[in-house]
């Protein structure tokens, strides 16, 4: 089973069960890309906690782990980490 799907359902569920909270206006994107080379389009990130945050993009949902991030996005992040 592709990683990215499963990580689409989880996130789908945390939202349908509300366990994601907007408490800003969410950060958006044009591209993000990571450490690994992925990119993702079109980004809004919808939670963020203390070890990475949840993506919607272009293609569905994504969870993207801080130390995959480039050095200089992790405190745009890090910045809004739910407790």
């Given at each position: 089973?592709?990683?990215?799907?499963?990580?689409?359902?989880i996130?789908?569920?945390?939202?349908?069960?509300?366990?994601?909270?907007?408490?800003?206006?969410?950060?958006?994107?044009?591209?993000?890309?990571?450490?690994?080379?992925?990119?993702?389009?079109?980004?809004?990130?919808?939670k963020?906690?203390?070890?990475?945050?949840?993506?919607?993009?272009?293609?569905?949902?994504a969870?993207?782990?801080?130390m995959?991030?480039?050095?200089?996005?992790?405190?745009?992040?890090?910045?809004?980490?739910?407790?």
């Amino acid at each position: 089973m592709n990683a990215n799907f499963v990580i689409s359902i989880i996130g789908a569920g945390l939202l349908s069960l509300g366990f994601v909270h907007a408490s800003e206006e969410p950060l958006r994107f044009d591209q993000l890309r990571t450490l690994q080379n992925d990119t993702f389009h079109q980004v809004e990130v919808i939670k963020v906690d203390a070890t990475g945050a949840y993506l919607r993009h272009s293609k569905g949902m994504a969870r993207v782990r801080f130390m995959d991030l480039p050095k200089e996005k992790r405190p745009t992040f890090e910045d809004r980490a739910m407790p």
